[in-house]
């Protein structure tokens, strides 16, 4: 759901779907909890989001919040649970490799510690999801590029 869809408006309009509408309707809720918007507005938007019959009619609804109101979303406690969630995955799996991989490595009687090499790789890429988890999703799933190429990357 992002605005420069082609599909987004004009003579081939899109009918917006129950989760596009629950999605904007989050996003106002993030706003409202937020102080963005006051109870009267948040209510009055969140009443045309549930009256939208097409996805043109979403985008006005948050147009003017911050980052479309994402960055409001992601900071949510529920959206933090889930990238909290998803760095202890990561850790877990770094963790779980780097214990098969030092066992090969006594297995193989090697003098060399070869198992530095690719847990450096993996230890950078936990690092990366430590510090871009949320900063990820909001990109990703806003311009559908990785952060690292998106236009506004740090």
């Keep these: 759901m992002h605005p420069t869809d082609a599909t987004w408006s004009g003579p081939n309009r899109l009918r917006t779907s129950d989760t596009e509408r629950e999605q904007v309707a989050e996003i106002l809720r993030a706003a409202m909890a937020e102080g963005r918007l006051t109870l009267e507005e948040g209510e009055e938007r969140l009443g045309q989001v549930y009256a939208a019959k097409f996805r043109d009619e979403l985008a006005p609804l948050t147009a003017d919040l911050p980052d479309n109101g994402r960055r409001a979303l992601a900071e949510t406690p529920q ?33 060399f510690f070869w198992p530095a090499i690719p847990l450096v ?25 990785a952060p690292w190429n998106a236009p506004n990357y740090r």
Excluded: D, K, N, Q
Aim: cysteine-free; hydrophobic content about 50%; proline content about 0%.
């Design 79 to 111: 959206a933090r649970a889930a990238t909290r969630r998803g760095v202890r995955r990561h850790a877990s799996f770094v963790a779980a490799a780097a214990v098969l991989l030092t066992g090969l490595w006594l297995l193989s009687g090697a003098h």
């Design 121 to 145: 790789f993996l230890v950078i890429g936990l690092m990366r999801h430590i510090r871009y988890g949320e900063f990820h999703h909001r990109h990703y799933h806003h311009h559908r590029v």
